[in-house]
């Protein structure tokens, strides 16, 4: 039973492959709001180069790609790398988007190589957060931009997602790891009855190694 069920969780969300996967990551109509709320949240600019962890089926990073400089994203589906590359086809054809398989324990760029970063609804599959959170501190240029958008933990969603045995954390731990993990001008808040957005800065050069004030909301 265990078996069946993580095979059901890794195959539809944690790491999708299948025809069902594929369709929906291709346009994940309940994606949509947390896709607006990152949108805004990071405020992309014209000479932004943007990096996305997960990206499933590209979906996202189709509505960024016009917004921004150049595009990178990184997921561990083969499936949803191919998905995404399709999506992006002419993107990745004008040499403008980038997706490449790989764990985002790994990131396959050099250092400061990203003026901002955001993932969506994958935070909470993360087994060591802290790896992903150092990677992602060392691809961003100093003052880099940093969005996560994930479920927020109370006992509500620890209820409702139980099966899938997400990790999820407060405002308030949300904020204490990426303070420990060296980011700046953190902020994280509550969105909805489940929704949890982070926006954070690696430091500028000035301040690198300094921590900022850091603040959770409720
Ligand atoms: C629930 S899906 C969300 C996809 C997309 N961000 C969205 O909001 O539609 C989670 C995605 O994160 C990817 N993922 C999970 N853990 C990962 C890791 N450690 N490295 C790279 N990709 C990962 C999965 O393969 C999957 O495509």
New binding site residues.
């Given amino acids: 039973m265990t078996s069946i069920l993580s095979r059901f969780i890794d195959s539809t969300?944690?790491?999708?492959q299948g025809k069902w996967a594929r369709q929906y990551?291709g346009e994940?109509k309940s994606?949509m709001k947390?896709?607006a709320q990152t949108m805004e949240a990071l405020a992309p600019r014209p000479d932004d180069a943007h990096l996305?962890?997960?990206?499933?089926?590209g979906?996202?990073l189709g509505m960024i790609q016009p917004k921004v400089a150049r595009v990178a994203a990184?997921?561990?589906?083969p499936e949803?790398v191919e998905v995404a590359r399709r999506a992006n086809h002419d993107a990745v054809a004008a040499g403008l988007a980038e997706i490449v398989q790989?764990?985002?324990?790994r990131l396959p760029w050099p250092d400061d190589s990203f003026t901002c970063s955001a993932?969506?609804?994958?935070w909470f599959?993360?087994?060591h957060p802290e790896r992903?959170l150092a990677e992602l501190r060392r691809v961003l240029k100093p003052g880099g931009r940093l969005v996560i958008?994930t479920i927020r933990r109370s006992w509500f969603n620890r209820l409702v997602w139980a099966l899938y045995g997400l990790r999820l954390y407060s405002n308030r731990q949300m904020a204490r790891m990426l303070g420990d993990s060296g980011f700046c001008e953190i902020e994280v808040v509550s969105k909805g009855l489940m929704g949890q957005i982070v926006t954070a800065r690696k430091p500028a050069a000035s301040v690198q190694g300094q921590d900022k004030a850091n603040h959770a909301r409720p």
Wanted: hydrophobic residues 35%; charged residues 20%; proline residues 6%.
């Fill in positions: 969300a944690k790491r999708p990551y994940p994606h947390a896709f996305e962890i997960g990206c499933g089926g979906y996202f990184i997921d561990h589906s949803m790989g764990d985002a324990e993932n969506t609804s994958m599959f993360l087994e992903v958008t």
